[in-house]
């Protein structure tokens, strides 16, 4: 079976990628080994909490879950209050739970179960992944399926002219974990993700078809904050969910075309720091190092979401037992 290592920084896009994985938990469609997260959007302490509540309302209490590296390789963190809010999940602030330590040997234990159908899905910045990889490099080159939302590839950026926030944020990571790559890592660039638009109407259905699951109750004040930063910096009332369309993209199920290339990240110029260079024409005679996705079938994406939602709401409704269990873990 699919199993899958979601590093993260949520986060609201992250948010609703976790919602999209622990449903397919529940429904058996896959094991979502752990979730590690990255100081990304907010400290990944916080992040990790925020993990912790958005799996726990979505009534999955048993993966592991635990912080990783607390800032970037060399350059300082810089958060983004004004696009997640202070707390990370926009109007919500989550409860303070337990969680893991020893991020990486969560990633050990998942690599040394085997790596055939091991899916690590990264939508934070890189560290993590550029750490575990100078920690532990046998374990980093036996990861056969790495997916990555970053980068901005002869498109505008979000975060400077050309920089997209992930890789902006930890340009050394992006750079080494692309010059070290043996495999080539799917990335999801801004490119085709901006294209993953939700609207308030479709946060109505979402919402609607979630019924029960207690993250419904959340998720419409989690993504206002969202809906709003959107707003105020021009792209209209409504929110690009980059990180679901990533992970939708990691487990294949959604159609999308790809390009084989190589590629590198800037890390030091203050002008193009974080900038990805890709070299279409192979004029470097590098080893390709990335699948980049140029476009993606985003309705087909919005409907395997809402797929999801509605695996949200059998769970929570489900029979008498299961749903009993189910509420009371939510609450824990
Ligand atoms: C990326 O930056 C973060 O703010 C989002 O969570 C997403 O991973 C988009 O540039
Ligand atoms: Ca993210």
């Known amino acids: 079976m699919t199993r899958v290592i979601f590093d993260c920084d949520p986060g609201i896009d992250d948010t609703y990628a976790l919602i999209y994985l622990a449903a397919a938990n529940h429904a058996g469609e896959l094991e979502l080994d752990c979730v590690t997260t990255t100081a ?14 958005v799996l726990a309302q979505c009534g999955l209490t048993t993966v592991p879950i635990a912080a990783g590296v607390p800032g970037p ?35 050990i234990d998942a690599i040394e179960r085997g790596t055939e159908d091991l899916h690590l899905i990264v939508t934070g910045p890189m560290t993590n992944l550029a750490a575990f990889a100078r920690l532990h490099p046998q374990h980093f080159h036996a990861l056969r399926h790495i997916t990555a939302m970053g980068g901005a590839v002869n498109y505008p950026g979000n975060t400077t002219p050309t920089a997209e926030w992930n890789f902006w944020v930890d340009p050394h990571a992006a750079a080494e974990v692309f010059n070290i790559a043996r495999t080539p890592i799917t990335l999801c660039p801004l490119n085709a993700t901006e294209q993953m638009l939700l609207e308030p109407r479709r946060l109505q259905g979402v919402v609607d078809k979630l019924g029960q699951a207690p993250i419904a109750a959340n998720l419409a ?10 707003q105020e910096v021009g792209e209209g009332y409504r929110a690009q969910i980059h990180d679901l369309l990533t992970v939708l993209i990691a487990l294949d199920k959604v ?10 990240v800037e890390p030091t110029s203050a002008l193009l720091r974080g900038t990805v260079a890709a070299d279409l024409r192979g004029m470097w005679e590098r080893e390709p190092n990335a699948r980049v996705v140029e476009q993606a079938d985003v309705a087909g994406a919005w409907a395997e979401f809402e797929r999801a939602c509605e695996i949200h709401a059998q769970f929570a409704a489900g029979d008498a037992g299961l749903a009993a269990g189910y509420h009371r873990k939510a609450e824990d």
């Open 40 to 53: 990304g959007n907010v400290e990944a302490e916080q992040c990790a909490q925020n993990a912790a509540f």
């Open 255 to 264: 159609e999308s075309t790809v390009c084989l290339t190589t590629l590198d």
């Open 73 to 107: 390789l060399e350059v300082e963190l810089t958060t983004t209050p004004e696009t997640h809010g202070e707390t990370g999940l926009g109007y919500i602030t989550a409860p303070q739970r337990h969680v893991d330590t020893d991020w990486d040997l969560l990633w």
């Open 221 to 230: 004040e989690i993504t206002r904050f969202y809906f709003e930063f959107h």
